[in-house]
């Protein structure tokens, strides 16, 4: 089974602007992402998908392989979808190009659940803190006794109306693997009501009936959304060097 790592990088960014391309340590952050996921050697082929001649440039500076994007999409699985036409893998990693700092083994966990014959898609969720569970910003998972998820929200699930202590909150990583026809069934079908409501694209699987299977993992990336997070992606890379 032929697998490749697809980096959706939108140039365009709300909360902090041309975040891709923001210095970190040396490189942008798209080339450290790149670079990164490249060295796990987990799969076949990287591939960054983008719309912006900027982020092209320099994946092309580091020798990497592009695919540039003319069409507008929603979101970063839309976008994969398209770069279809060109990349031929049987297994597809979708690893979101603000998270610079990508892990090996966790992704190759993802490969290895598609081992099972009924795995069409799969996913990384880490344990969190009940304090962290009400952050809206970070999307929680709850999943069956098979490790599939039930659902997602922005919410903190379960509610934990008896105060139980054992409780475990998981939090959803977006890192995505699924297999080449549901990732090309997925983006052709329209959004969902529960998508629509919590702005979560998984909901749209979920509503569909789609199992993801949930890998745990214990490496918590460093997602750069903000100034705040680009700062501690910067503390970070000089803690290391």
Request: hydrophobic share 35%; net charge negative; with cysteine.
């Amino acid at each position: 089974m032929k697998t490749a790592v697809l980096i959706p990088a939108r140039y365009s960014s709300t909360r902090l602007p041309a975040k891709l391309v923001q210095d970190l340590g040396g490189i942008s952050v798209i080339q450290r992402t790149y670079l990164s996921t490249l060295a796990t050697g987990v799969c076949d082929e990287v591939w960054v998908v983008t719309d912006h001649e900027l982020i092209r440039d320099q994946i092309l500076e580091l020798g990497g392989k592009v695919y540039f994007s003319f069409k507008k999409h929603e979101s970063g699985s839309d976008r994969i979808a398209e770069a279809l036409e060109v990349v031929d893998a049987d297994l597809i990693l979708n690893v979101q190009g603000d998270e610079p700092f990508q892990d090996g083994e966790s992704l190759q966990n993802l490969v290895n659940s598609f081992e099972r014959p009924k795995v069409k898609m799969a996913s990384l969720m880490c344990r969190i803190s009940e304090d962290e569970s009400y952050n809206p910003n970070t999307v929680k998972v709850v999943v069956d006794e098979e490790s599939n998820a039930i659902y997602f929200s922005r919410s903190p699930i379960p509610f934990n109306r008896e105060k139980k202590e054992d409780l475990v909150y998981w939090k959803h990583i977006g890192v995505y693997a699924y297999t080449r026809e549901l990732l090309q069934d997925f983006t052709s079908w329209p959004k969902g009501r529960l998508e629509q409501i919590e702005m979560l694209e998984q909901l749209r699987l979920v509503e569909r009936g789609v199992k993801i299977k949930m890998v745990e993992t214990n490496h918590q990336s460093i997602s750069i959304d903000t100034q705040e997070d680009l700062n501690r992606a910067r503390n970070f890379i000089k803690s290391i060097f």
